[in-house]
């Protein structure tokens, strides 16, 4: 099992996908593989996830994918026996954190506030999802936070794009962070799969700036 820090260590920005259909998901795979951009969030979102993520894996495990929107401990265990490397949470739940560190997953429960944060540091868990990071206050909201909590680190992901992903990754003990905007769901649904490389290609130059 990989931890956090692997994971994230070379790969600074996860793109995250919502998926309805398994092709799509090997597709999509595909590109992440060819274009040297080794990461996915597949959310659990849609009911085929579980099975498109197993599917993804199976087909390329080399790719680290991990399972996104995980509500609670029944999904931390579907994303468990579906091969995920980590499960990431909109919020921080006490059971899905439990049931991850039982099951030994890496988890990213996601915080917006210093009592969700607290929650998160009572599981010894000190690397969080700032989520939805721009409406949530974005930057700012993140130095505010981290001042009192020194030790933690944000992954932050909700309204982060190409054109603001780089002021986040500079941002201090922000370590990666996530985007829908690589892999839009329309882009996948429409099967532009050539839009979707060429965004994966920009991100990828952008990483180099
Ligand atoms: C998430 O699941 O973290 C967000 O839905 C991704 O947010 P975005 O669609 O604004 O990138």
Same mark, same amino acid.
């Not at 595909?30 to 969030?41: D, F, Q, S």
């Not at 000190?126 to 009192?148: C, D, V």
């Not at 680190?153 to 309204?159: A, E, L, M, Y």
């Not at 054109?163 to 329309?186: H, P």
């Given at each position: 099992?990989?931890?956090?820090?692997?994971?994230?260590?070379?790969?600074?920005?996860?793109?995250?996908?919502?998926?309805?259909?398994?092709?799509?998901?090997?597709?999509?795979?595909?590109?992440?593989?060819?274009?040297?951009?080794?990461?996915?969030?597949?959310?659990?979102?849609?009911?085929?996830?579980?099975?498109?993520? @197993? +599917?993804?894996?199976?087909? #390329?495990? *080399?790719?680290?994918?991990?399972?996104?929107?995980?509500? !609670?401990? %029944?999904?931390?265990?579907?994303?468990?026996?579906?091969?995920?490397?980590?499960?990431?949470?909109?919020?921080?739940?006490?059971?899905?954190?439990?049931?991850?560190?039982?099951?030994?997953?890496?988890?990213?429960?996601?915080?917006?506030?210093?009592?969700?944060?607290?929650?998160?540091?009572?599981?010894?868990?000190?690397?969080?999802?700032?989520?939805?990071?721009?409406?949530?206050?974005?930057?700012?909201?993140? @130095? +505010?936070?981290?001042?009192? #909590?020194? *030790?933690?680190?944000?992954?932050?992901?909700?309204?982060? !794009?190409? %054109?603001?992903?780089?002021?986040?990754?500079?941002?201090?003990?922000?370590?990666?962070?996530?985007?829908?905007?690589?892999?839009?769901?329309?882009?996948?649904?429409?099967?532009?799969?050539?839009?979707?490389?060429?965004?994966?290609?920009?991100?990828?130059?952008?990483?180099?700036?």
């Amino acid at each position: 099992m990989k931890n956090l820090d692997t994971i994230f260590h070379n790969q600074p920005v996860v793109p995250i996908a919502m998926i309805n259909d398994i092709q799509d998901g090997l597709k999509l795979a595909t590109i992440l593989i060819r274009e040297e951009l080794p990461i996915l969030e597949v959310t659990f979102r849609t009911k085929e996830a579980s099975d498109i993520l @197993k +599917a993804i894996k199976d087909h #390329y495990p *080399d790719l680290t994918v991990g399972a996104g929107t995980v509500l !609670n401990a %029944e999904q931390a265990k579907i994303a468990f026996t579906s091969d995920a490397d980590f499960l990431v949470a909109p919020g921080c739940n006490p059971r899905t954190i439990q049931t991850a560190q039982d099951l030994g997953m890496p988890i990213l429960p996601g915080v917006n506030n210093p009592s969700a944060i607290e929650m998160a540091l009572n599981y010894n868990v000190t690397t969080m999802k700032f989520f939805p990071a721009e409406i949530s206050g974005g930057i700012p909201m993140i @130095k +505010a936070l981290m001042a009192p #909590y020194q *030790d933690i680190h944000f992954i932050p992901t909700g309204g982060i !794009n190409n %054109e603001n992903f780089q002021s986040y990754l500079a941002t201090e003990r922000v370590i990666a962070c996530g985007m829908s905007w690589m892999v839009d769901k329309k882009l996948i649904e429409a099967g532009n799969w050539d839009e979707i490389t060429r965004r994966v290609r920009l991100i990828k130059e952008m990483l180099k700036q």
